[in-house]
């Protein structure tokens, strides 16, 4: 049984596009009506973004000592564009600060995050 932490439920940013449908799923809404819960999987390593119950976002990370290492950032197609991998990579730096853990950034997508959100530049 995996350990679940959830961080927060959150409205999405309205996407760019007037309807997304959720390819796994059977039903189609506008994007403005989904609301994401980011759950951090503490025994999986993993932050993920999820709406209705199915993942749409990833952030997968290692930690030794007082380290986390962030290994890769990943969103669905279908919902890139809609800030679902930045809010995971605050979500995961947030923790990090929290748990008194330096972060090391390997991933492309949190090496840019940390240009644009000087404010992390304490837990690098």
Known sequence: MES??????????????SRLAYVSSHFERRSSDYMSTFV??????R????????VVGTLDYTVSG???VIESTETIRDFRGQG??????????????TRGLVVDP???F???????????????
């Open 106 to 108: 390997k991933c492309p």
């Open 47 to 54: 932050f993920e973004a999820r709406i209705d119950d199915h």
């Open 40 to 45: 951090h999987q503490i025994e999986g390593n």
């Open 110 to 124: 949190a090496k840019r995050f940390v240009d644009l959100h000087p404010e992390y530049t304490d837990v690098l």
């Open 84 to 97: 679902i991998a930045r809010r995971l990579t605050r979500f995961a730096f947030d923790d990090a600060r």
């Open 4 to 17: 679940q932490v959830r961080l927060a439920t959150l409205p999405l940013e309205r996407c760019r596009q």
């Open 66 to 68: 007082n380290k986390m």
